[in-house]
């Protein structure tokens, strides 16, 4: 079965940094591009960035580059996000989610896991 | 970037209710498009793939349709498990949501 963790989480304050976890199991993690999605309170969803399998591509959101960075260690089936000089508008709920592979590239998110709370505090 | 337009942002219907759900991409996206149920507190769930693509286990009552800019998701009769707030993605170019339509207990 399919598990996704995300770690790391909490309460930062205005302008810190933070560096959100994600850990994988029940799938071949290395044959899946691996992304992170973000939520504000009571907002919809927004997707942050993606990572190819083996790190060869790196994606982000046009209005989240510059502070954000996504990395992953596939000898520990895990995806990570940093966050630099965290902003008020950082708050949200951070998921990390399988990239299917139905579609010959880079599909839809099939699995996801629980999420973790970030809150920047001033 | 491609932007994703869904409406209603709320919708209020009873059980039993035939749900109709609009989203609208500002390009063509061929069929790359996901629809995805979240109760609150919980995860997006995926629904549906490729337009009309049902995801394993998710029941019959939900469908899919369109291509190119339109697309619907229907819930051919409303269940108490189905008041939830729902989101289409396009994976044409990158990802990108609808802002979700919410649908309630009228």
């Known amino acids: 079965e399919v598990h996704l963790v995300e770690s790391g989480g909490g309460l930062v304050k205005r302008g810190g940094s933070l560096r959100l976890s994600c850990a994988a199991s029940?799938?071949?993690?290395?044959?899946?591009?691996m992304t992170w999605v973000r939520q504000a309170p009571g907002k919809g969803l927004e997707w942050v960035s993606s990572?190819?399998?083996?790190?060869?591509?790196?994606y982000y959101a046009d209005s989240l580059k510059g502070r954000f960075t996504v990395s992953r260690d596939d000898a520990k089936s895990s995806l990570y996000l940093q966050i630099n000089s965290l902003r008020a508008d950082d708050t949200a709920v951070y998921y990390c989610?399988?990239?299917?592979?139905?579609?010959?590239?880079?599909?839809?998110?099939?699995?996801w896991g629980q999420g973790a709370l970030v809150i920047v505090s001033s | 970037d491609i932007q994703m337009t869904q409406s209603p942002s709320t919708l209020s219907a009873s059980v039993g209710d035939r749900v109709t759900i609009t989203c609208r991409a500002s390009?063509?996206?061929?069929?790359?498009l996901a629809w995805y149920q979240q109760r609150p507190g919980k995860a997006p769930k995926l629904l549906i793939y490729?337009?009309?693509t049902l995801e394993s286990g998710v029941p019959s009552r939900f469908s899919g349709s369109g291509s190119g800019t339109e697309f619907t998701l229907t819930i051919g009769s409303l269940q108490p498990d189905d008041f939830a707030t729902y989101y289409c993605?396009?994976?044409?170019?990158?990802?990108?949501f609808g802002q979700g339509t919410k649908v309630e207990i009228k």
């Open positions: 029940g799938f071949t993690f290395t044959s899946y591009t």
């Open positions: 990572i190819s399998s083996g790190g060869t591509y790196i």
């Open positions: 989610a399988r990239v299917a592979t139905y579609c010959g590239g880079d599909c839809s998110f099939d699995y």
């Open positions: 390009e063509n996206i061929n069929s790359w």
């Open positions: 490729k337009a009309s």
């Open positions: 993605q396009q994976y044409n170019t990158y990802w990108t």
